[in-house]
């Protein structure tokens, strides 16, 4: 019986399985990855190998659900006749009751929102555990996700607003890379400058938040000198409302994650 089973071998499976084996968190002999196109299988024995590959389920000791909302159902009942073992959904948006109705009676079933950036091993994922789920089957979907990023726990209801900031988070931030590239063009720089410099900030400003022992708004007042350029530039973000932008995009995202979770 295999130790894990990722069903999906699309960009987050894969991601998670390399993130697996680059920890050492789990052996590669312990892993199988369901696929069912052969081609992207054939992708994924080299990029990933030594990892057991196959185009249906088998039977093993826990399962990974990692394909496109639409294919959870039918994944869930492969995988549960085949003999699931206790299951991690990483689809967005699909539910646990949507889960736990599709899988064997008293599976145990910890639902996750991860985001893009697990695919460069730095992504952020919250968790939900289902009706019969218990400490150590969070754990165990921790120990999971936590080799591609950081975990949270919080109740299911949660994971709409994780969705509408984590989840849909890295688009926010990629627009702002944009604005910032344009805005450098704008002033003068030629664009490969203004794109290298804008990047490193955001790479700069994410690793002082990341690594250093103060919170965004000390960070933010060590750069804003009395009367300088930065005071200057915060004015006029303040000016068009950036700050209630961002409040309203998570909302707005938050929302979008209700509606699409209840239909």
Partial sequence: MTALQVIGGGRMGEALVGGLLKTGSVPAGDIRVVEP???????LADLLPGVALA????????TVIAVKPGDVPAACRAAA???SGRVLS????VTLATLE??????TAVVRAMPNTPALVGVGAAAIAAGTTATDDDLAWAESLLGAVGIVVRVKEPLLDAVTGLSGSGPAYVFLV???LIDAGVLAGLPRDVSSALAIQTLLGAATLLAEGRDGPEALRAAVTSPGGTTAAGL???EHHGVRAAFLDAVSAATERAKQLGAS
């Fill in 90 to 93: 990483i689809a967005a948006g």
């Fill in 55 to 62: 185009a249906s389920p088998e039977q093993a000791d826990g």
């Fill in 81 to 83: 006749a085949a003999g």
């Fill in 101 to 106: 109705a599709e899988l064997a009676p008293a």
């Fill in 37 to 43: 196109i052969e081609a992207r299988r054939k992708e």
């Fill in 235 to 237: 004015r006029a973000l």
């Fill in 177 to 179: 890379a944009e604005a």
